[in-house]
C-alpha cells in the first residue's frame, strides 16, 4: 500500500518538475515582462548541448549544468540587447522576432552540430519500493523544481533587485523616473529567464534524446503553465503546476499518456474561460 | 575595370560551355528523380541517411553512364516532417517538374498523405522504409520489410526465449496502431498474452508514468514501437529507473540507431529483425559501407532507411532497363513477370508481383550492454506473402488500398 502510495507521490513530483522547470524561465520573460518568447525552447536546447558538451569534456555533471544555465542566461542577455529591447512595445512583433530567432538556431545547430548527438546517460542510482524500481535523479528534478520556485521567491520578493523589477514590470516610465535602470532591470530579467529556461535544459539533458528541436517537447507545457498561472507569476506558477500536474498524474495513470495530454489541455481550456486571469487572480483577492 | 573584364569572360565561357554541353545532351535529358525526404525537424537524423543513400545511388548510377545512357537529376525538398508540405511538395515534383518517378516519405502518415495524390498520376511511386504492412496499390513499390518479414519472425523468438507476456508501448499514429494490431494477431496466434497496450502521442517525452505502468503489469518483455526523438527518450528514462526488461522492435537499432544515440547500457537486451544493419559484415556490405563512409564520412550511423533508399534507386534502373521504358504501366510488366530483382548488399532481393513489395533476407540482432550488436538467427530470404495471401493481386487488380489483419479485402 505504501508504496501505490509513494508511487502515487513520485508521479506527481515528476510531472511538478517538469511543468515547473519548464514553465519557469518563461514565468519571467513572457509572465512578467510580456515578451512572448517563442525561442523559449531554444534556450532549453542550449542549456541540454551545453551541459552534454562540457560533460564530454570532462567536467562533473553538476558543475556542467550550472555551466550551461549561466551560458543560457548571457546569451539571453544578448538577445534581450540586441533584439527584444528594441519591441517591448510592439508585443506582436517581438513574437515574430523570437520566433524567427528559433527557426534559426534550430536549423544553424542541425547544419553545425547534425541531426542528433550521443546521450550521456542518467546518473546512476536508483532504489525499489514494493515491485516498483525508481530513478533517483527524477526526484533530483523535483527538488530542483521547488529550489527554483524559492530562488525566484527570494530574488523578486526579498532583493533590492526584486523590488526595482517588479516596480519596472508595472509601470518602467515611474520606476525610470525615481531613479532605477530599467535597461539594466530588463536585460538581467530575460538574462534570469533564459538562465532558467537553460538549466531545465541541463537538467533534462541526461534523460533525452538530444536533438535541436528538442525544446520544442517542453514549450506547449511551459506556456500552458505560466497562461493557467496568471499575471501574478510568482503567486501563479507553483499552484498552476501543482494543479496541472495532478489532473495529468491521474489520468496518465489511469488511462494512458494520450487521455492525459488531452485532459490537461481540456483543463486549461475551462481555467481560461472561468479565469480569464489565471489561478493568480483569484490567490490574490483572497490574499486583500 | 579588369576584374568587369574578366566576368564578362568568365560569363562567355559559361554560356559557351553550357551551350556545347546542351548540345551533347540534347537528344537524352536526364531523367528526373523526385525524393520527399525530411532532412530538418524531429525526424531529421532519420531523414540525413535516406538522403544520403540517394545521393550516393546517384552518383555510382551516373558515373557508371545512367540509366538507358540518361543521366538522373535528383530532385530533393525537405518537407521538414509535415504531412500538408509532403502533398504539396508531391504535386509541385509531379505536376510541375513533371518527375519519372518519385521516391521518398518517412512516416506511415507522410506516406498515405502523398498516396492518393500519386494514385491519381501514371507516375511510380517507391516507398523505401520498412513499415505495418498492407498497401495494395499499384502506383507503389516497397522496399523496405514487412510485418510478415519482422514481426512474424521476432515475437515468435521473443515469446520461446524470453515469455508469453508482452507490453506494447506504440506511437499513437497509423504506423504504431496497426504494427500493434499485427502484434495481437501474433501473440493470439502463439498462445500468447498482451498484457498492455501504451499509446503515445508524438512529441511527448516524459516516462515515469509508463514505466511504472509496465512494472504494475509485470511483462515477460516489451514490444516498443515508440517513434521519433522525444519517444525514444524512454530508453534512458526506463534504464534510469532500472527497467530491465527484453525489449522487441520493428524499428529500433537499424533505423534509429538508438544503441548509437544513447549512452551504454540503455538499449541492452533490444533485439530486432532487419534486412540491413550497419553491422553486417559480408563483403558485399562491407564494400558498400565503405563506399558510403568515403562518400559521407561523418554518418553516425548506415541506418536501414538509407540503405533501402540507395537500393530503390538501383532496383528503378533494373526496371526501366529491363523495360526500356520509364512508363508505370511498363515496369510494371517487369513486376508482372518476376523479374524485378538486384543483387543488394544484403544479397539477391525480388520484388513480388502480387504486392509489389520486396523479398528480403532478415536476420535477428541483439543488443549487449555495451551496445555491442550480435546476430542471433538468420532466416534467409523472406517473401512479403501476406498480401498475396489475402487476396491482394494486383497483376489482375488495383485495390488502392491499406489492409490490416482486421481490414482485409473483400471477398467477391
Excluded at chain 1, 493557467?228 to 498524474?249: E, K, S
Excluded at chain 2, 540525413?48 to 540509366?67: C, F
Excluded at chain 2, 498497401?135 to 512474424?152: K, N
Excluded at chain 2, 513477370?337 to 541483439?366: N, W
Amino acid at each position: 500500500m505504501s508504496a501505490e502510495l509513494f508511487s502515487v507521490f513520485y508521479q506527481f513530483a515528476d510531472v511538478f518538475a517538469f511543468l515547473i522547470l519548464s514553465a519557469a524561465g518563461l514565468a519571467i520573460v513572457f509572465g512578467m515582462m510580456g515578451v512572448i518568447n517563442m525561442a523559449h525552447g531554444e534556450f532549453i536546447m542550449c542549456g541540454a548541448y551545453v551541459t552534454v558538451g562540457l560533460v564530454k569534456l570532462g567536467l562533473p555533471l553538476a558543475i556542467a549544468q550550472a555551466l550551461a544555465a549561466l551560458t543560457a542566461g548571457l546569451i539571453g542577455v544578448a538577445v534581450e540587447y540586441l533584439i527584444v529591447r528594441r519591441l517591448y512595445k510592439r508585443p506582436l512583433d517581438s513574437l515574430l522576432a523570437t520566433w524567427g530567432l528559433s527557426l534559426i538556431v534550430t536549423q544553424s545547430m542541425l547544419l553545425i552540430v547534425g541531426s542528433s548527438i550521443t546521450g550521456i546517460g542518467t546518473p546512476e542510482g536508483s532504489f525499489a519500493i514494493g515491485g516498483y524500481t525508481f530513478s533517483t535523479y527524477r526526484l533530483v528534478l523535483f527538488a530542483c523544481a521547488v529550489a527554483v520556485l524559492i530562488g525566484l521567491y527570494v530574488i523578486f520578493m526579498k532583493t533590492r533587485f526584486g523590488v526595482m523589477a517588479r516596480a519596472t514590470m508595472q509601470n518602467a516610465a515611474m520606476a525610470k523616473a525615481l531613479g532605477a535602470r530599467t535597461g539594466r532591470i530588463y536585460a538581467i530579467s530575460f538574462g534570469i529567464g533564459a538562465g532558467l529556461a537553460g538549466l531545465c535544459g541541463a537538467l533534462y539533458a541526461p534523460t533525452m534524446t538530444l536533438i535541436p528541436t528538442m525544446g520544442a517537447t517542453f514549450v506547449v507545457e511551459s506556456f500552458v503553465t505560466v497562461v493557467v498561472g496568471g499575471a501574478n507569476v510568482l503567486l501563479g506558477t507553483a499552484p498552476a503546476a501543482v494543479f496541472l500536474a495532478m489532473i495529468r498524474m491521474a489520468l496518465n495513470a489511469s488511462y494512458g499518456q494520450i487521455i492525459g495530454q488531452i485532459g490537461m489541455l481540456f483543463a486549461v481550456i475551462l481555467i481560461i474561460r472561468v479565469l480569464p486571469e489565471g489561478l493568480s487572480s483569484v490567490l490574490v483577492r483572497r490574499g486583500r | 575595370m579588369k576584374s568587369g573584364h574578366l566576368l564578362k569572360v568568365a560569363v562567355l565561357g559559361v554560356v559557351l560551355g553550357t551551350a556545347a554541353f546542351g548540345v551533347a545532351q540534347a537528344a537524352e535529358p536526364p531523367l528526373k528523380v523526385g525524393l520527399l525526404e525530411d532532412v530538418s525537424g524531429d525526424l531529421a537524423f532519420m531523414g540525413m541517411p535516406k538522403l544520403h543513400g540517394s545521393q550516393l545511388a546517384v552518383e555510382e548510377i551516373n558515373k557508371s553512364g545512367g540509366i538507358l545512357g540518361r543521366q538522373i537529376e535528383l530532385i530533393h525538398l525537405d518537407p521538414q516532417g509535415d504531412n500538408a508540405r509532403y502533398q504539396e511538395f508531391a504535386r509541385r515534383l509531379l505536376s510541375r517538374d513533371k518527375v519519372d518517378v518519385l521516391i521518398g516519405g518517412i512516416t506511415s502518415a507522410s506516406r498515405e498523405a502523398v498516396r492518393p495524390i500519386i494514385d491519381r498520376t501514371t507516375t511510380p511511386y517507391f516507398y523505401t522504409n520498412q513499415y505495418e504492412g498492407g498497401v495494395c496499390d499499384a502506383s507503389m513499390i516497397s522496399m523496405g520489410a514487412v510485418p510478415e518479414q519482422q514481426f512474424s519472425t521476432l515475437i515468435p523468438w521473443m515469446v520461446e526465449k524470453f515469455g508469453k507476456k508482452v507490453y506494447v508501448i506504440a506511437a499513437d499514429y497509423n504506423f504504431g496502431q496497426i504494427s500493434a494490431e499485427w502484434n495481437r494477431k501474433i501473440m493470439k496466434d502463439l498462445g500468447g498474452e498482451v498484457v498492455g497496450e501504451e499509446f503515445i502521442p508524438l512529441g511527448v517525452s516524459q516516462f515515469a508514468q509508463t514505466i511504472q505502468n509496465i512494472q504494475k503489469a509485470k511483462p515477460d518483455w516489451l514490444l516498443t514501437i515508440n517513434v521519433g526523438a522525444a519517444q525514444d527518450s524512454f530508453f534512458e528514462q526506463a534504464a534510469a529507473a532500472k527497467l530491465n526488461l527484453p525489449m522487441g522492435s520493428s524499428i529500433k537499432i537499424m533505423l534509429g540507431f538508438e544503441h548509437k544515440r544513447f549512452k551504454p547500457p540503455a538499449l541492452n537486451n533490444m533485439h530486432a529483425t532487419a534486412n540491413w544493419f550497419e553491422e553486417i559484415d559480408t563483403p558485399e556490405a562491407k564494400d558498400f559501407k565503405k563506399r558510403w563512409r568515403a562518400k559521407f564520412p561523418d554518418e553516425l550511423y548506415i541506418n536501414d532507411m538509407g540503405y533501402n533508399a540507395y537500393n530503390a534507386l538501383y532496383m528503378y534502373k533494373t526496371l526501366v532497363e529491363k523495360a526500356k521504358s520509364t512508363k508505370l504501366e511498363d515496369l510494371r510488366k517487369v513486376i508482372a513477370a518476376g523479374d524485378a530483382c538486384i543483387d543488394a548488399p544484403e544479397g539477391k532481393v525480388c520484388i513480388d508481383p502480387k504486392s509489389q513489395h520486396t523479398s528480403h533476407r532478415m536476420r535477428l540482432i541483439s543488443v549487449g550492454p555495451q551496445h555491442e550488436v550480435t546476430v542471433e538467427k538468420d532466416y534467409g530470404t523472406i517473401k512479403p506473402y501476406w498480401l498475396g495471401d489475402i487476396g491482394c493481386d494486383l497483376t489482375k487488380k488495383n485495390d488502392k488500398d491499406q489492409y490490416t489483419p482486421s481490414h482485409l479485402p473483400n471477398k467477391s
